[in-house]
């Protein structure tokens, strides 16, 4: 069994902060213009309906 | 052996399903070492192989899956039998309704052997599961299976079942299929339904087989692919054959050789054996053209922003640490730190990273790459060796295939070779969206030509 010890918090926010390094500088690529459709995750599929619809 | 070779042997009586049954359990105690199951089916599965002979005898044949051991990743919900997601936190919990690829597979014929062994809620790639035992990997006990689906890449690997479903979030199908030495279908996102499978990121989350040929996989597929009323994000678009023949050449293929990332930082010997099997694509046929993509590094980041999130939101609920091992309660611990508008924009890259990839394919018919830039590692390795540089491993087993979860397109993972210390190397063949049957034909040529 692994040892049980949690990574101190100090250490996750270390890890999250160097994802945001990159991150931040894709994200300002964004133009609040932008379509509103860019947040909706159907991926590739567009013709979704519900079913029975 | 192959499902077509387990069904010869079948329908021409030389083995019963009921044998088959019991030589599997044989299999699965003689192995017991290897940890791939986490809980057997022995009496249901007894029960069923019965059901699947007394068929056989009356002449109803209910196709290529009639009587065919297989194992779920035990995180597909099973009715009436454990479903532990490799958590302490569902240790007890049993379904009452089962997911629909189990329904789907148990209705083509499928004799369900029991439920596999995994990295715990899959959010991991080293399956060294504190709760039920570590997988070991049957191509070399002192490296890692790969994860999340280390299980099922062990089963099929010990050729204890020719097939087992998996998950893949970030790569967990196809990183156990490259360190096992076996083959791992990630279908488009939506092809599959998730309908009865524990999630783990709502919109990374993908299902489907790895077997011990491409064309299991794709038998696998003809059962579990297509629409399902029950799953909304399940795509309405109908399904395929997804098994059609090997195509005699390739002739007429496109097949891009990435420029940047994919053959950016890999072992020397996964590098050679992967282009090697372009080669023998080329001889085969096919038109390898170069290809830049777009940056993959960034795609990478995104991802791993979406699957924080959504696994956090995920297991908000389960507050204490006890429950969990350290490496997936820090994930989830740096998940609640990922703020609301940086999913709203990770997401919205994403899609934007997806139109742009679109562009690849009037350019060529798949992608060819390595699916890790390292054989297994060494079980107890924290780091991996390329180079001069050493990575986390975690990070270097997910960076060629996490992309391919967030851009949602169909990906496998097939042995190409093996290095000098005799490890499997995968190589991965990329498709356009819905583009499996081609992507299938492809890889069964280069199956043969690779053998």
Not at chain 2, 102 to 126: C, D, F, M, P
Not at chain 2, 370 to 380: G, R
Not at chain 2, 416 to 424: F, I, K, N, Q, V
């Given at each position: 069994?692994?040892?049980?010890?949690?990574l101190?918090?100090?250490?996750?926010?270390?890890?999250?902060?160097?994802?945001?390094?990159?991150f931040n500088?894709?994200?300002?690529?964004?133009a609040p213009?932008?379509?509103p459709?860019?947040?909706?995750?159907?991926?590739?599929?567009?013709?979704?309906?519900?079913?029975?619809? | 052996?192959t499902?077509?070779?387990?069904?010869?042997?079948?329908?021409?009586r030389?083995?019963?399903?009921?044998?088959?049954?019991e030589?599997?359990?044989?299999d699965?105690?003689?192995q017991?070492?290897?940890?791939?199951?986490?809980?057997?089916?022995?009496?249901?599965a007894?029960?069923?192989?019965?059901e699947?002979d007394?068929?056989?005898?009356?002449?109803?044949?209910?196709?290529?899956?009639?009587?065919?051991?297989?194992?779920?990743?035990?995180?597909?919900?099973?009715?009436?039998v454990?479903?532990?997601?490799?958590?302490l936190?569902?240790?007890?919990?049993?379904?009452?309704?089962?997911?629909?690829?189990?329904?789907?597979?148990?209705?083509a014929?499928?004799?369900?052997?029991?439920?596999?062994?995994?990295?715990?809620i899959?959010?991991?790639?080293?399956?060294?599961?504190?709760?039920?035992?570590?997988?070991?990997n049957?191509?070399d006990?002192?490296?890692?299976p790969?994860?999340?689906?280390?299980?099922s890449?062990?089963?099929v690997a010990?050729?204890?079942?020719?097939?087992?479903?998996?998950?893949?979030?970030?790569?967990s199908?196809?990183?156990?299929?490259s360190?096992?030495?076996?083959?791992?279908?990630?279908?488009?996102?939506g092809?599959?339904?998730?309908y009865?499978?524990?999630?783990?990121?709502?919109?990374l989350d993908?299902?489907g087989?790895?077997?011990?040929?491409?064309?299991?996989?794709?038998?696998?597929?003809?059962?579990?692919?297509?629409?399902?009323p029950?799953?909304?994000?399940?795509?309405?678009i109908p399904?395929p054959?997804?098994?059609?023949?090997?195509?005699r050449?390739?002739?007429?293929?496109r097949?891009?050789?990435p420029?940047?990332?994919?053959?950016?930082?890999?072992?020397?010997?996964v590098?050679?054996?992967?282009?090697?099997?372009?080669?023998?694509?080329?001889?085969?046929?096919?038109?390898?053209?170069?290809?830049?993509?777009?940056?993959?590094n960034?795609?990478?980041?995104v991802?791993?922003?979406?699957?924080?999130?959504?696994?956090?939101?995920?297991?908000i609920?389960?507050t204490?640490?006890?429950?969990?091992g350290?490496?997936?309660?820090?994930?989830?611990?740096?998940?609640?730190?990922?703020?609301?508008?940086e999913y709203?924009?990770a997401?919205?890259?994403r899609?934007?990273?997806?139109?742009?990839?679109d562009?690849?394919?009037?350019?060529?018919?798949l992608?060819?790459?390595?699916?890790?830039?390292?054989a297994?590692?060494?079980?107890?390795?924290?780091?991996?060796?390329?180079?001069?540089?050493e990575e986390d491993?975690r990070m270097?087993?997910?960076?060629?295939?996490?992309?391919?979860?967030?851009?949602?397109?169909?990906a496998?993972?097939?042995?190409?070779?093996?290095?000098?210390?005799?490890?499997?190397?995968?190589l991965?063949?990329?498709?356009?969206?819905?583009?499996?049957?081609?992507?299938?034909?492809?890889?069964?040529?280069?199956?043969?030509?690779?053998?």
């Amino acid at each position: 069994v692994e040892d049980k010890q949690p990574l101190p918090e100090s250490e996750n926010a270390r890890i999250v902060q160097a994802l945001r390094e990159t991150f931040n500088l894709l994200a300002l690529r964004l133009a609040p213009e932008m379509e509103p459709a860019t947040i909706f995750v159907a991926v590739h599929d567009t013709d979704q309906e519900e079913p029975g619809a | 052996v192959t499902i077509r070779e387990l069904g010869e042997l079948l329908r021409r009586r030389k083995i019963s399903c009921a044998e088959l049954v019991e030589k599997t359990l044989s299999d699965i105690r003689k192995q017991e070492h290897l940890h791939a199951f986490i809980t057997v089916t022995e009496e249901q599965a007894r029960s069923e192989a019965a059901e699947r002979d007394r068929e056989l005898a009356q002449g109803l044949d209910r196709g290529p899956l009639h009587g065919i051991p297989i194992a779920f990743k035990d995180l597909f919900y099973t009715r009436g039998v454990r479903t532990t997601a490799g958590s302490l936190v569902f240790r007890d919990f049993i379904p009452d309704y089962q997911a629909t690829c189990v329904s789907r597979l148990r209705l083509a014929g499928a004799v369900s052997i029991g439920k596999t062994n995994l990295h715990e809620i899959a959010y991991g790639i080293t399956s060294k599961n504190p709760h039920y035992g570590f997988v070991l990997n049957p191509r070399d006990p002192a490296r890692l299976p790969g994860g999340s689906s280390g299980g099922s890449g062990a089963a099929v690997a010990a050729g204890i079942v020719p097939l087992a479903l998996g998950t893949d979030t970030g790569g967990s199908i196809r990183i156990p299929a490259s360190y096992c030495g076996v083959t791992g279908l990630k279908p488009t996102y939506g092809r599959v339904s998730r309908y009865g499978i524990l999630p783990l990121a709502f919109s990374l989350d993908h299902a489907g087989p790895l077997g011990a040929s491409v064309e299991d996989c794709a038998l696998a597929m003809n059962a579990i692919g297509g629409p399902d009323p029950f799953d909304t994000s399940c795509s309405q678009i109908p399904a395929p054959d997804f098994n059609p023949p090997a195509p005699r050449d390739l002739r007429g293929v496109r097949i891009g050789r990435p420029e940047n990332f994919f053959f950016e930082h890999l072992d020397a010997e996964v590098a050679s054996c992967v282009d090697r099997a372009i080669a023998e694509l080329e001889r085969s046929g096919a038109r390898i053209i170069p290809i830049r993509l777009p940056d993959l590094n960034e795609v990478n980041a995104v991802a791993r922003v979406i699957q924080l999130a959504e696994a956090a939101s995920v297991y908000i609920r389960h507050t204490d640490p006890q429950l969990f091992g350290p490496d997936v309660w820090a994930l989830l611990e740096q998940g609640r730190m990922i703020a609301g508008h940086e999913y709203v924009s990770a997401q919205r890259l994403r899609t934007l990273f997806c139109r742009e990839f679109d562009r690849v394919w009037r350019t060529v018919d798949l992608l060819a790459a390595p699916t890790t830039p390292v054989a297994a590692p060494l079980k107890d390795a924290a780091v991996v060796r390329i180079g001069s540089q050493e990575e986390d491993v975690r990070m270097a087993s997910t960076r060629l295939v996490r992309p391919i979860n967030c851009l949602g397109l169909p990906a496998i993972s097939l042995p190409c070779g093996t290095t000098s210390e005799h490890l499997p190397v995968g190589l991965q063949l990329i498709a356009a969206p819905f583009e499996e049957p081609n992507l299938i034909a492809v890889a069964k040529l280069a199956e043969i030509v690779l053998a």
